[in-house]
């Protein structure tokens, strides 16, 4: 029997690939420097689209990671997380022959999993009926990224897909963590992936109203909190972090990044589309993750906010953060990184975990680009247009999901 009690869960390893970096230093060294990696779209062409731009990973090429055969048939979804889970292994200096691998999980987020193999399967099917499509289904599912993670590693513990849209990769984390505070494994890799940037998916979210239009000055369109806000933009991207019970990294010998000492998630009940007014759910979930953590507010040195740059999005969760902090509320950094990266959906609360942590690492925050004209229902520490160096012991990262999803999660920095 697995003893329960008081098992600290640590993060020791961290793996990225964003419209801003390849793997985590080039990500953290941009964002560090206010670089965008917003463009207009390569992959097909826009002429009739509200939106024209988003944030693609540049310069992936599959065969550098992948043998033809498993680039083929995997799609980009796994492909990008299977590249963050290794960068995540590798930085954790994990070795999973060493481990008991019914002790070793795997928990991965996306919003949609593999739409783009999906969309190109159904033209198939339209141009050359049903003995044309290829038995690509196992690969498209929404599972399809942990489960390719686990056979590639050999990692045999629980293993599951979260799918609560943009909250997915905070949620993950955050589901992961429990596990292991509960004993059902000692180590978890847990984030999120997506890649949706697809005709149907920029239609759709055209026809919401929920992009920006602007496509003029593409590393200008994202304004979390500005008053020209008027849309986010959609990324591609993932995040991996390698959670591990605080007494199994001390036997391997590693140095942790941070302990993850919060976590909770909450539905807003709502609407599909729109937080609920005021941001109650925000907060609320903020306040159970600080109580989770055993912390006052006060203790937070630094928060990632979701900020989409959505007109709703920004006010409502500026609103949520003056309810839980009170008049600290606005002595408190906070940025939104989605400035720079575009929203990655269900890989977004992952990345921006990571984000977290590293402004505690580091002691730099990173900015919120763009933010020219503060809207004064944002009136806030968004830690505008330049990183600011900051001591960071607790850092606290929000992720708002369609459907009303909202998950907090609360780091703190291990001492020496």
Same mark, same amino acid.
């Given at each position: 029997?697995?003893?329960?009690?008081?098992?600290?869960?640590?993060?020791?390893?961290?793996?990225?690939?964003?419209?801003?970096?390849?793997?985590?230093?080039?990500?953290?060294?941009? %964002?560090?420097?206010?670089?965008?990696?917003?463009?207009?779209?390569?992959?097909?062409?826009?002429?009739?689209?509200?939106?024209?731009?988003?944030?693609?990973?540049?310069?992936?090429?599959?065969?550098?990671?992948?043998?033809?055969?498993?680039?083929?048939?995997?799609?980009?979804?796994?492909?990008?997380?299977?590249?963050?889970?290794?960068?995540?292994?590798?930085?954790?200096?994990?070795?999973?022959?060493?481990?008991?691998?019914?002790?070793?999980?795997?928990?991965?987020?996306?919003?949609?999993?593999?739409?783009?193999?999906?969309?190109?399967?159904?033209?198939? %099917?339209?141009?050359?009926?049903?003995?044309?499509?290829?038995?690509?289904?196992?690969?498209?599912?929404?599972?399809?990224?942990?489960?390719?993670?686990?056979?590639?590693?050999?990692?045999?513990?629980?293993?599951?897909?979260?799918?609560?849209?943009?909250?997915?990769?905070?949620?993950?984390?955050?589901?992961? !963590?429990?596990?292991?505070?509960?004993?059902?494994?000692?180590?978890?890799?847990?984030?999120?992936?997506?890649?949706?940037?697809?005709?149907?998916?920029?239609?759709?979210?055209?026809?919401?109203?929920?992009?920006?239009?602007?496509? $003029?000055?593409?590393?200008?369109?994202?304004?979390?909190?500005?008053?020209?806000?008027?849309?986010?933009?959609?990324?591609?991207?993932?995040?991996?972090?390698?959670?591990?019970?605080?007494?199994?990294?001390?036997?391997?010998?590693?140095?942790?990044?941070?302990?993850?000492?919060?976590?909770?998630?909450?539905?807003?009940?709502?609407?599909?589309?729109?937080?609920?007014?005021?941001?109650?759910?925000?907060?609320?979930?903020?306040?159970?993750?600080?109580?989770?953590?055993?912390?006052?507010?006060?203790?937070?040195?630094?928060?990632?906010?979701?900020? $989409?740059?959505?007109?709703?999005?920004?006010?409502?969760?500026?609103?949520?953060?003056?309810?839980?902090?009170?008049?600290?509320?606005?002595?408190?950094?906070?940025?939104? $990184?989605?400035?720079?990266?575009?929203?990655?959906?269900?890989?977004?609360?992952?990345?921006?975990?990571?984000?977290?942590?590293?402004?505690?690492?580091?002691?730099?925050?990173?900015?919120?680009?763009?933010?020219? !004209?503060?809207?004064?229902?944002?009136?806030?520490?968004?830690?505008?247009?330049?990183?600011?160096?900051?001591?960071?012991?607790?850092?606290?990262?929000?992720?708002?999901? %369609?459907?009303?999803?909202?998950?907090?999660?609360?780091?703190?920095?291990?001492?020496?």
């Amino acid at each position: 029997m697995v003893n329960t009690v008081n098992r600290r869960v640590v993060v020791t390893g961290l793996g990225m690939i964003t419209p801003v970096g390849n793997d985590m230093p080039a990500t953290w060294e941009s %964002l560090c420097a206010g670089r965008s990696g917003i463009a207009r779209i390569t992959r097909f062409d826009t002429t009739g689209y509200r939106a024209q731009i988003a944030g693609e990973v540049k310069d992936f090429d599959p065969l550098h990671y992948f043998d033809s055969r498993e680039a083929r048939r995997m799609d980009r979804v796994i492909q990008l997380a299977l590249v963050a889970a290794a960068e995540a292994v590798r930085d954790a200096q994990l070795r999973l022959t060493a481990e008991d691998p019914a002790r070793v999980g795997v928990i991965m987020g996306t919003a949609t999993g593999g739409i783009g193999t999906l969309l190109a399967q159904q033209q198939v %099917l339209n141009e050359k009926g049903p003995r044309g499509v290829s038995p690509f289904i196992a690969n498209a599912l929404p599972d399809a990224p942990a489960g390719q993670i686990a056979i590639t590693l050999g990692a045999k513990g629980p293993s599951m897909a979260v799918v609560s849209a943009c909250a997915s990769g905070g949620q993950a984390i955050g589901e992961a !963590t429990a596990m292991i505070r509960r004993g059902a494994a000692d180590m978890m890799i847990a984030g999120g992936t997506e890649a949706m940037i697809v005709p149907l998916a920029m239609a759709a979210f055209g026809a919401m109203r929920a992009l920006t239009p602007e496509s $003029t000055n593409p590393q200008q369109a994202c304004k979390p909190f500005d008053r020209q806000r008027n849309g986010f933009v959609l990324s591609e991207g993932a995040a991996v972090l390698i959670l591990e019970e605080g007494e199994h990294a001390v036997a391997r010998g590693v140095h942790p990044y941070a302990e993850v000492m919060g976590y909770a998630s909450g539905n807003d009940a709502y609407h599909m589309a729109m937080p609920a007014e005021d941001g109650v759910g925000v907060a609320r979930v903020m306040r159970l993750a600080l109580a989770d953590a055993s912390m006052p507010p006060g203790e937070v040195d630094y928060i990632n906010a979701h900020g $989409t740059g959505t007109v709703p999005n920004d006010k409502y969760e500026s609103a949520a953060i003056r309810t839980v902090f009170g008049n600290y509320a606005y002595r408190v950094p906070i940025s939104s $990184t989605k400035s720079m990266t575009g929203h990655m959906m269900g890989a977004a609360g992952a990345a921006e975990a990571i984000v977290a942590i590293l402004t505690i690492v580091r002691g730099l925050i990173p900015p919120t680009i763009n933010l020219q !004209t503060p809207d004064p229902e944002c009136d806030l520490d968004y830690v505008p247009l330049s990183a600011r160096q900051a001591k960071v012991r607790v850092a606290l990262s929000n992720s708002i999901g %369609l459907g009303g999803h909202n998950t907090t999660l609360v780091f703190r920095g291990c001492s020496d």
